[in-house]
RNA sequence: UGGGGUGUGGCCAAAUUGGUAAGGCACCUGACUCUGAAUCAGGGGAUUGUAGGUUCGAGUCCUACCACCCCAGCCA
């Protein structure tokens, strides 16, 4: 693609990149995935993913993936390992690496003494308190540590302590000297080196002094030749000091950082404590819950990341935080899924139908388009019987005006089959509800079409008695009724945010299914076989997304 | 309160050097239809945060104000 036209620059950090390539300041492109292994990733991880990748592919360039691993304390091989599977399944690949910050420790230790040496960082040796009581609030400056003044030779010895393991943890720390009168919190001598006693995933032991995340970024982008090193607008104001770290460490590059709103999404939260707090509390079945926001959550679900991609895509890249509607992701996953989805009947609620002038043991197999939308997906045979399965939906004893669906004297299409009418219906007489509809079918009217040109207002799904599999059907719903369930989340969370629908009657075919597979349930909505839960002959089918405007309303 | 950002229809989001508000989602209507889906065709909705100013003309320039977000970790 070209940079230079109006179509890759779609969004202002593509516009920024297009011209550092027309005006030849960068001849290829190189940006990075930096994710910290503390935590799963969610939607909001898959936007800066599809940005980063996005721009390396447009461009020619390269992505890296790069894990920010500086706080041991925090860190697992575990996150590494579901980032890593997350960011391919969404489709992306990376060439080197995946790299680690980790790697760059010896370099970044380097530049802690390069800068002690050019009198521009120190050893601080008061404590984090006295710190943090020094450093001024936000209208007021801070003040000077006593150490800040101190010779180079003598922080350096420090240093040489602090890596040594000479030092306890929280002795002293290496700060940079900057300002500590600047309005900028940021720069008002921000520390750089911690010392830190803690297992790291990749390094061991080998290290007790770990780099801060101002100081280690900058550094692993200019050691990687990142040109643009795209970030969220949190650390807008440390792009300052992101700017210092890169002008005062001898280093091979000069990236170039740049901001963007992070993504937010109704009905659901993103944060990575709240969404601890969900799993932790038990609110949801774990960080592959399918109602979770977090990739592993959405690929259990059955979400394409095809669908994914292109709603990040839709969502566009700005400087506003926007809160983007659910309803966006869900028309993605539709519009996906509608090419994509093979279809198939199964009734989630069955109510019995009795075709009255149907031979009692007859039976016979009709065809059935496999996706409307795609005549190449052929076609497949579903049985017809006596007995058959509908919707109790389907049904109203009292059809009100806009209901033109099944009901007594009505006539329907059966889909794929025969137009039956209804002729009269068994009614338990504790509830009032229909147990038993009978209908009458007409045998000219095989295949779903009536000689006479005569119409019917509805289609219904079905499934024969006889011929019928079961399916464990779990219907998932937004975690939250509320738009945005804030810090008060919990008093929002959607009760009905599971239903599991135990034997449901299935068509034979989908029986048989594989796992991962995503069908369409016609009428209904969108399906993925569970691969965890699903059994040979007993597929256990999570909702994606319903259909639009789906077969249960009035 | 100091600093850094952002404010365009319900939700996102465009708008070359100021020239008289794209598009998508959502919603509504009609057509079509063997999924009340899809598809197709229409439609409603914005005095571009507010108030002034410059200009023949401002979302775009100037001034003031308001609202919201971020920053005082030895987290990222």
């Avoid at 090193?229 to 740049?258: G, K, M």
Wanted: hydrophobic share 35%.
């Amino acid at each position: 693609m070209d940079p230079g036209s109006k179509e890759f620059r779609r969004d202002f950090v593509r516009s920024l990149v297009g011209a550092d390539l027309e005006s030849g300041k960068h001849a290829r492109i190189v940006t990075r995935f930096p994710p910290e292994p503390n935590g799963y990733l969610h939607v909001g991880h898959a936007k800066s993913i599809c940005l980063n990748f996005g721009i390396a592919l447009e461009t020619g360039g390269q992505c890296n993936m790069r894990f920010d691993d500086t706080n041991p304390e925090k860190e697992s091989d575990e996150y590494v390992r579901s980032i890593l599977e997350d960011v391919r399944w969404l489709g992306f690949e990376w060439g080197g690496g995946p790299y680690y910050a980790s790697d760059y420790f010896e370099t970044i230790f380097a530049a802690a003494c390069e800068l002690v040496e050019k009198g521009l960082a120190y050893v601080d040796e008061q404590t984090a308190d006295e710190i943090r009581a020094a450093r001024g609030t936000l209208t007021e400056a801070g003040s000077g540590s006593k150490w800040r003044e101190r010779p180079a030779s003598e922080s350096l010895i420090r240093l040489d302590e602090m890596r040594a393991g000479a030092l306890p943890d929280g002795a002293c720390v290496l700060r940079a000297r900057i300002d500590m009168a600047s309005p900028n919190i940021n720069l008002r001598d921000p520390s750089l080196l911690r010392i830190r006693r803690a297992t790291h995933h990749r390094t061991g032991d080998q290290w007790c002094v770990y780099p801060m995340y101002d100081f280690a970024h900058p550094i692993s982008d200019a050691l990687e030749g990142i040109t643009h090193s795209i970030c969220t607008l949190e650390f807008e104001d440390h792009r300052p000091l992101y700017d210092w770290v890169v002008a005062n460490v001898t280093l091979p590059s000069r990236p170039r950082q740049i901001e963007f709103a992070r993504l937010e999404l109704t009905h659901t939260i993103l944060s990575k404590r709240k969404l601890l707090e969900l799993v932790k509390e038990g609110h949801v079945a774990g960080w592959d819950d399918p109602r979770m926001p977090t990739l592993a959550g959405m690929r259990r679900r059955g979400v394409p990341p095809e669908a994914l991609r292109d709603f990040c895509e839709r969502v566009g890249v700005a400087k506003a935080n926007s809160v983007v509607d659910m309803a966006l992701l869900e028309h993605c996953v539709r519009e996906n899924l509608n090419l994509e989805a093979p279809r198939y009947m199964g009734v989630l609620r069955p109510l019995k139908v009795v075709i009255e002038n149907y031979p009692e043991d007859g039976e016979e197999w009709l065809p059935a388009r496999n996706n409307p939308e795609d005549p190449s997906a052929g076609t497949r045979e579903v049985p017809f019987a006596r007995e058959l399965w509908i919707e109790r939906d389907d049904f109203r004893i009292e059809p009100g005006k806009k209901f033109w669906r099944l009901a007594v004297g009505r006539e329907v299409r059966l889909r794929w089959a025969y137009f039956i009418t209804c002729t009269r219906v068994e009614v338990d007489p504790a509830t009032g509800e229909p147990v038993l509809v009978r209908c009458t079918y007409d045998p000219s009217t095989r295949g779903g079409d009536s000689p006479d040109g005569r119409k019917v207002k509805a289609t219904l799904h079905w499934v024969s008695v006889r011929h019928a599999g079961t399916a464990e059907v779990r219907l998932y719903d937004r975690l939250f009724s509320d738009m945005s369930p804030g810090d008060d989340w919990r008093e929002r969370l959607n009760a009905d945010s599971l239903e599991v629908l135990q034997d449901c009657p299935v068509e034979p075919a989908l029986a048989q299914i594989e796992k991962g597979a995503r069908v369409q349930l016609e009428r209904v909505g969108y399906f993925c076989v569970d691969a965890r839960d699903s059994r040979v002959g007993r597929p256990a089918l999570n909702r994606i997304v319903g259909l639009k405007g789906a077969a249960t309303q009035t």
